[in-house]
């Protein structure tokens, strides 16, 4: 275990953990007070001497480093991988997009495998930091078995850089009992936060989804940078903070408790919300809002390049993938991984809207994430 | 509250027998521990009185009854004939000096000393103020010292700002808590002379706390003596010395052979008594005092004298025969420790001077201590204290 | 060989030499630099001259504006509370409870600031004192997410840093300096004001200037009990930097939040010259 200048003590650490593993606290939150950026180890492998050592091949090496999101594995598939390639995990968890690419922008990251966002991919090949995958490493990746929707970002120029990992959506969880009903509208979130919703509403401290949302109330496009729309979305957002209850991605607790009434929220947490307080829904924005879908890469920098393909081929194999999936919640492109999974979860709404409710939501786009008018928007949003 | 300005003229101030402040019967206890026990004396106007003794005697105790810092678990304490038992220290017309100045280091000299004038309500006018510094500080010597900051004070000169911070109040009483324990030997004395002259120019009640013997007896006009909580005797530095009433006080002031004796007969102020080698001597005895009975003797050591063995005496002079065992020459007297036949260890002091004319004596020399009649004194039958 | 004593003072400073000059030294020279650069197109620093960043720094005026209030209000308000604490610690209590409740003053410390402000995000929270509050007829009062929340939460996380530099100042303070000055004519209110504040102001200075800069740079409670609506300088800073990755407007909000500090040190130092009135007192800090 790493212990590189954490601000946060490891009891203190642990016990945010277990809240979060509870589902009371959003990965981004979490990342944001324990550990801002600072990479956390969270599988226990500093003592390699211990591990099962058989059938281990020379060329994988004995680890490999993985930076990914808080809570969005299996660990006992990392045991499994371990045993049978004699090469244990180290898992960093982040918790932006942001921070992982700040962090390989600074170089010498350390990192094998890392789990980027559709949208900030094509960052990274601009920047010339991951380079297109050797896919015949990875031959459980399947391309026909995947959902086009979420693996067309992981190519650029026609070269594969990233392989779909899993995909989700930010959409609207509402406390029907306070609301009265489903909210399922930008333009009731919005207005009714002004108005019947004062002071019980959230919205994300993540500039991508409180703008994109505030664009597409206007009928904009969720990734727009264009400075007429963001000028109407800073409007908007400047004349509602009063009036919110809080800027915060941390909005489980708030809603938990009854304080806040409706929010911005992301697939798992409606799910985990809703699992517990069955009048929590969740609802996308019918007049859009975000889908977005992670994937696996490897940064050129790799210390262990041949044990990182070893590690998505393996996270990529279907059994594999569907344990995973059990495990986190969250949705999976592919369709040989589905095949295995259970009915009831394939039939939740949350976690797989119909079509419909999905068409109008759009992918966050790469100029999204990096434009620099896009986060003093935010900034200036937050400092108001 | 106010500090009744007192009149800096001496004459109106000292009237004999006039008391300033008086225990009546003052008992202190903390926990377990008395550490005053029926104090009982009158402290007379324009007097300088200490309380001498041990650590732990409770002669600090009593000064800090008196200042207000302690209440009397028992008994009064009256100043100017009120009782000022429940009276805090800031409302009693008295000042002290303490033991290590306890000034204040935040302020400077004059601040230090115009402190107490700035209590007064209503207010006094800053130049009164200013001057009445200025004058205290004149009168210690440290005219020039008002704006320097206290640390940059030698321990004399901080006694010094410590005193003017008291008497600028002109208190009725100033109270000094071993003023002088934190000087070196030299300014010890310089001060104390000092402090004797400001007492008389200033004709202010002072009490002095103390250890130092030599330093009560050098200044006071009287002296308590204390020990484990009570008053053993209070006098002047000559009663105490030449009638101490007790073995306690005896030792304490001075240096005393006590002896142990057969008291047979008492007439007037002079005693017959029997010394435990049968030999009879002729000790003074006090007012009232009733034999036959057991007593003890206080002598001291220069009024006894050392003749050669066989030796003609002097008419009504005792002789006891005795044997050198040290001597040591102390320039202005040589000290002699004998041992008395029958008796025991004893101390002779023969002036320089006599050993001059008389010739001195060896060690392990066999000789006669001369003990003239009516010195040594016969203590107090009642006096057990220590 | 002999080596003088000037060699060896030399000797034993370049440690600490060396400390400040790569831990401290180093990366102020990296922030200075950074801020007169720009923000390159996928974030992060572009090398370049512009005094642009500066030029933008009153786009975080809230910022400036709620941490310059809210700092000398929390530490005012920590003052407040510490002061009666601290002298009732180290002058009333009885010798033998003093460890245990010195003990219970850093109790808290013991578990991450983290934790405890999360704790009060409970008890301010809706069902928490508000609901309480309902329960008098007080209805509908928000109290979290709220600049109070936040100065109560960085009253109660920085108290302790107030308490003890205060507490050591009276620990030390010659009680007889207040006997004498009963004996000159004191009441006991009136000696607090004239030796016992006064020779205790190196600790309140202290305490203030330890709490008022750390505050200066605080950010996790103003994230945590305000809700993201009570924004500090510190939180602009860990925004720029780590979500719009606008390391060269971070770095110039950092350097006037620096030069703010140093003028705060500036003030401090010569109010503690005022007050460190004996030699021995003016070196707490």
């Avoid at chain 1, 960052?123 to 031959?139: G, N």
């Avoid at chain 2, 006894?304 to 007297?333: K, M, Q, V, Y």
């Avoid at chain 3, 003052?79 to 002058?91: D, G, K, N």
């Avoid at chain 3, 602009?236 to 719009?244: I, K, N, Y």
Wanted: aromatic share 10%; net charge neutral; hydrophobic share 45%.
């Amino acid at each position: 275990m790493t212990d590189d200048s954490k601000p946060i003590s490891r009891k203190a650490f642990i016990e945010e953990l277990r809240r979060y593993q509870k589902g009371s606290v959003t990965r981004r939150h979490f990342l944001g007070v324990t550990g801002l950026g600072t990479a956390m180890a969270v599988m226990g492998g500093s003592m390699p001497a211990l591990l099962p050592g058989r059938a281990r091949a020379a060329d994988l090496g004995n680890r490999v480093v993985l930076a990914t999101w808080p809570n969005y594995h299996d660990p006992a598939n990392f045991d499994d991988f371990a045993d049978k390639f004699g090469v244990y995990t180290q898992v960093n968890v982040f918790g932006s997009n942001e921070e992982m690419l700040a962090k390989i922008q600074a170089g010498g990251s350390g990192w094998d495998v890392f789990v980027p966002t559709n949208y900030a991919i094509q960052t990274y090949v601009d920047a010339d930091l991951i380079e297109p995958l050797d896919l015949s490493k990875i031959p459980n990746y399947d391309p026909a078995s995947f959902d086009p929707r979420f693996a067309v970002a992981g190519t650029i120029d026609g070269k594969v850089y990233a392989v779909p990992k899993n995909w989700g959506t930010t959409g609207i969880a509402f406390n029907s009992k306070k609301t009265g009903g489903v909210v399922d509208s930008w333009k009731t979130f919005f207005d009714g936060a002004r108005d019947q919703f004062d002071g019980r509403v959230m919205v994300h401290d993540y500039q991508l989804t409180t703008i994109g949302n505030a664009l597409v109330y206007f009928g904009h496009s969720f990734n727009s940078v264009d400075p007429s729309d963001l000028a109407d979305a800073e409007k908007l957002l400047l004349d509602v903070k009063p009036h919110l209850y809080a800027i915060s991605s941390d909005y489980q607790p708030a809603m938990r408790n009854g304080d806040a009434w409706l929010t911005m929220c992301w697939t798992g947490d409606g799910k985990q919300m809703h699992t517990d307080m069955p009048e929590i829904g969740f609802a996308l924005g019918k007049e859009g809002g975000e889908i977005w879908s992670d994937y696996y890469a490897i940064p050129k920098d790799a210390p262990h390049r041949e044990a990182a393909y070893a590690l998505i081929n393996f996270l990529l194999d279907p059994q594999v993938n569907a344990k995973e999936a059990l495990a986190h919640g969250y949705p999976v492109a592919d369709k040989r991984v589905n095949d295995l999974l259970p009915e009831e979860l394939l039939d939740d709404p949350i976690l797989y809207p119909a079509a419909e409710a999905l068409a109008p939501l759009e992918f966050g786009a790469a100029v999204t994430l990096t434009d620099p008018n896009r986060a003093e928007l935010m900034a200036r949003f937050k400092s108001a | 509250m106010t500090k009744e300005p007192l009149s800096t003229d001496a004459t109106t101030q000292v009237r004999a027998g006039d008391t300033i402040a008086e225990f009546v019967s003052t008992s202190k206890q903390y926990g377990a521990v008395l550490a005053a026990d029926r104090l009982s004396l009158r402290i007379r106007r324009g007097e300088f009185l200490s309380f001498l003794g041990p650590s732990g005697c409770g002669k600090t105790t009593a000064l800090r009854m008196l200042a207000g810092f302690e209440s009397p678990t028992d008994g009064g304490v009256l100043i100017d004939r009120k009782d000022v038992s429940k009276v805090p220290a800031y409302k009693r017309p008295v000042n002290m000096v303490f033991q290590q100045y306890a000034l204040f280091p935040h302020m400077t000299v004059a601040q230090n000393v115009g402190y107490g004038l700035r209590q007064q309500r209503p207010r006094m006018p800053k130049a009164e103020i200013a001057a009445k510094v200025q004058k205290a500080l004149a009168t210690v010597r440290l005219e020039a010292f008002g704006p320097r900051r206290i640390w940059e004070m030698s321990g004399g000169q901080q006694q010094r700002v410590a005193l003017a911070r008291a008497i600028v109040n002109e208190p009725k009483i100033l109270l000094l808590d071993e003023p002088m324990a934190a000087l070196d030997a030299k300014l010890r004395s310089e001060m104390q002379h000092e402090l004797l002259a400001l007492q008389r120019s200033l004709g202010i009640t002072f009490v002095l706390v103390t250890h130092d013997q030599e330093e009560a007896l050098a200044m006071s006009d009287r002296i308590c003596i204390m020990g484990k909580g009570r008053i053993a005797q209070v006098g002047t530095p000559q009663d105490l010395y030449d009638r101490p009433r007790s073995r306690y006080v005896a030792d304490f002031v001075g240096k005393a052979n006590i002896l142990e004796a057969q008291l047979t007969r008492v007439q007037g102020d002079t005693g017959t008594a029997t010394l435990a080698n049968g030999i009879a001597v002729h000790p003074q005895v006090f007012a009232g005092d009733t034999a036959p009975r057991k007593a003890e003797i206080a002598i001291r050591p220069e009024v006894l004298s050392l003749a050669a063995a066989g030796a003609p005496l002097p008419e009504g002079t005792a002789a006891l025969p005795a044997r050198i065992t040290h001597r040591t020459f102390l320039g202005d007297h040589t000290e002699y420790l004998l041992v008395a036949e029958g008796i025991g260890p004893l101390q002779v002091n023969v002036p320089r001077q006599a050993e001059r004319v008389l010739g001195g004596h060896d060690v392990e020399a066999m000789v006669q201590i001369l003990w003239p009649a009516g010195t040594g004194l016969v203590l107090a039958a009642e006096a057990t204290t220590a | 060989m002999a080596i003088t004593r000037r060699q060896a003072r030399a000797l034993l400073l370049t440690p600490a030499g060396l400390w400040y000059a790569a831990l401290l030294l180093l990366p102020l020279a990296v922030v200075l630099i950074f801020s007169f650069g720009e923000r390159s197109p996928i974030g992060g620093y572009a090398p370049g001259f512009t005094l642009e960043q500066y030029a933008n720094l009153p786009s975080r005026f809230a910022a400036f504006r709620n941490t310059l209030t809210l700092a000398p209000l929390g530490t005012v308000a920590a003052l407040l509370i510490a002061y009666p604490l601290a002298y009732f610690l180290a002058l009333r209590v009885d010798p033998k409870w003093k460890t245990l409740l010195l003990v219970l003053v850093i109790v808290p410390f013991w578990t991450s600031i983290l934790i405890r402000s999360y704790a009060w995000i409970f008890l301010l929270g809706g069902k928490g004192i508000p609901a309480l509050l309902a329960q008098f007829g007080l209805e509908d009062i928000r109290l979290l997410n709220t600049p109070f929340a936040v100065l109560l939460g960085i009253v109660y996380g920085y108290l302790p840093l107030m308490v003890f530099p205060i507490y050591v100042a009276l620990e030390k303070l010659d009680k007889r300096l207040l006997e004498a000055a009963a004996d000159l004519g004191t009441p006991p209110w009136r000696s607090f004001l004239q030796i016992t504040l006064p020779l205790s102001m190196p600790g309140v200075l202290t305490g203030s200037m330890l709490v008022f800069i750390l505050l200066m740079g605080e950010f996790l409670i103003p994230s945590i009990l305000g809700g993201g609506k009570v924004f500090f300088i510190g939180n602009a800073m860990v925004d720029l930097f780590l979500q719009s990755r606008n390391w060269a407007f971070g770095s110039a909000v950092a350097v006037a939040l620096v030069v703010i500090m140093l003028i705060t040190v500036a003030i401090y130092s010569r109010l503690i010259k005022r007050f460190g009135a004996s030699r021995d007192d003016v070196g707490l800090m």
